[in-house]
């Protein structure tokens, strides 16, 4: 079992920056890829970015790369996401996901094996 918790949300203006963390417990997977999605209201949960425990390359949707950055410190067993130039577009609950076996570095929910509760990001002036 793994338990995944968010911390670093919250309200920010447009052009700010946030840093998200999600602390893992539990089981440790050699394999294992952690991903950041998002969910705005009236719309489906989203990938925004993935990172391999043991890999140096990283994955981003369109929308967020070159402001999004996916890091792991595996020591710490956490994950971050920093986020710079917020757009009010990125307003959404953030949630990082881990995969246990990535073979590949999926996109989708349902490639994903424990979520945490997810953290509430909003981007307004």
């Known amino acids: 079992q793994v338990q995944l918790v968010e911390s670093g949300g919250g ?8 840093r ?3 602390a893992a417990s539990g ?3 050699s394999r294992s890829v952690m991903g950041w999605f998002r969910q705005a209201p009236g719309k489906e949960r989203e990938f925004v970015a993935a990172r391999r425990r043991s890999g140096l390359t990283a994955y981003y949707a369109d929308s967020v790369k070159g402001r999004f ?5 595996n020591a710490k067993n956490t994950a971050y ?10 307003t959404a609950v953030y949630h990082c996901a881990l995969a246990t076996d990535g073979l590949r570095v999926g996109i989708r929910p349902l490639e994903y094996d424990y979520w945490g509760q997810g953290t509430q990001v909003t981007v307004s002036s």
């Not at 309200?11 to 946030?18: A, E, I, K, M, R």
């Not at 950055?69 to 410190?73: E, L, V």
């Open 11 to 18: 309200l920010v203006q447009p052009g700010g920056s946030l």
């Open 20 to 22: 998200l963390a999600c």
């Open 27 to 29: 089981r440790t997977y």
């Open 69 to 73: 950055t996916i890091s792991r410190d």
């Open 81 to 90: 996401l920093q986020m710079n130039s917020l757009k009010p577009e990125d």
